[in-house]
């Protein structure tokens, strides 16, 4: 079964720095386009970053130059370095997994930028 499971959320400072992680399962990997997705409270769930099965990548105007999106194949991982965190970086963050009409989602892991 398909399976995508995040990690590496947590507390951090303003100015500070974390590295999500999603762990694919149960489909073809290497294929896939992959983003990352983050929803604060109150607001609609928006792309962040995504990555393509040639490792193209784009980014959202807000985290450009703070935050880098990278896969490892042999690994079926997604990676979300993110630097220089702000505030309004806090939100649950998403994993997704896209090949024509297959869409898969992650649980969400919390991110919060706090001092």
């Known amino acids: 079964q398909v399976q995508l499971v995040e990690s590496g959320g947590g507390l951090v400072q303003p100015g500070g720095s974390l590295r999500l992680s999603c762990v694919a399962s149960?489909?073809?990997?290497?294929?896939?386009?992959m983003s990352w997705y983050r929803q604060a409270p109150g607001e609609q769930r928006e792309l962040v970053a995504l990555?393509?099965?040639?490792?193209?990548?784009n980014y959202a105007d807000s985290v450009k130059g703070r935050f880098t999106i990278s896969r490892d194949n042999a690994k079926n991982t997604v990676y979300l370095q993110m630097n220089s965190l702000k505030p309004e970086d806090t939100a649950v963050y998403y994993c997704?997994?896209?090949?024509?009409?297959?869409?898969?989602w992650g649980q969400g892991i919390q991110v919060t930028v706090s001092s």
């Open positions: 997704k997994g896209t090949w024509f009409q297959y869409n898969y």
């Open positions: 990555i393509t099965s040639s490792s193209s990548t």
């Open positions: 149960g489909f073809t990997f290497r294929i896939y386009g």
